[in-house]
């Protein structure tokens, strides 16, 4: 006789473990990493490998205190997809410490101090994003212009130096290095149109600025379409499903598509919200965390819908262009009530109206 055994749940069809699908992950960043290195320059793979280091020994350390398996722990990759999101999300230039500080606030206070992988409430990456930026806004605000544009070009060892030291090899600084063709200081797309904006200047007139390619950001727009190439393999090989990319995503170009058409010279349009900023990111990348986003079907519908509003809000009327970490911090917060509203009916079910009607019949 045939022995068949249980066991609990989640029940993964495709076997895969955890360390497979956060390689997945990490291998769908590789061409918005390569495009990012190509208009940015090599800080991004400098910051990478300083939170890919931080990140597994801060994760190895507190395993040992634990006294858990620091193997096992290390090989499940949740530290180093969790530190690469970081490290991608950071100014390629930010000081060393900048993204030491960030990478071991994700690991040690918002992942293990919940318990570890599958306990944390909130999205690691993001909730240390929003702490870097609140506690050090110069450094997390010091883009670069693409390097077709930039005054001064660097190369991988003047981006070593600058983020060791503040300088190139040859004495340039982050501040000069910020500097265009045009003399003027370079801000990211978003940071240029809502600075415009508050200035008295309509969106079309903001996107007239050295760094536009039209109405996309040089760079920018080539980024995040590296990034849903990666985004779109994760959903083809069923690493994530579409359902939060995908209403996070028609969601935000919904609204922006409703404010575009109230006024177009104070509302930016629906593709420079998709193209510019993280928003291609968060929706595959960052929102679709196993652990901190909505279990249900319905209820990552309404996680992701919900995110896509909230960023355009924000990025309408908040102090924060972009506005993908705060959005995905709001409804991390949700999701406990979300999946307690979104939970599928246990089969047997039966409704009260039927359970009324049953006491009549008896």
Known sequence: MTMLSLSSSPHNHNRRDTGQVMRLV???????ILCNIWFFGFGI????????ITALITEGVISEIRKKKTERIL??????????LLAISIPPLAPWWVIVIGTFFAIAIVKQLYGGLGYNMFNPAMAAYVMLLISFPVQMTSWLPPQSIAEQSYSLWDAVNTIMTGYTSTGFSVEQLKVGIDGTTMATPLDVVKTSLLQGYTVTEAQSHLIFDGQYGKGWFWVAMAY???GIFLVKSKVI???IPGSMLT?????????FLVDVDQYASPLFHLFSGSLIIG?????????????????RLIFGAAIGLWVIIIRNWGGYPDAIA????????????????TQPRTYGHKSKASKNQASKDA
């Open 26 to 32: 990490c291998y769908a960043t590789i061409p918005g």
């Open 45 to 52: 793979l400098i910051q990478i490998v300083l939170a890919i």
């Open 75 to 84: 090989k499940d990759y949740s530290a180093v997809l969790a530190s690469l």
């Open 228 to 230: 849903l190439i990666g």
């Open 241 to 243: 499903s579409w359902h």
């Open 251 to 259: 969601s935000a170009a919904s609204l922006s598509l409703v404010f």
């Open 283 to 299: 929706a595959f990348f960052i929102a679709t965390d196993p652990v901190s986003a909505s279990t249900t079907i319905k209820g």
């Open 326 to 341: 705060f959005a995905v911090l709001i409804m991390n917060m949700a999701v406990p009530l979300i999946d307690y509203y």
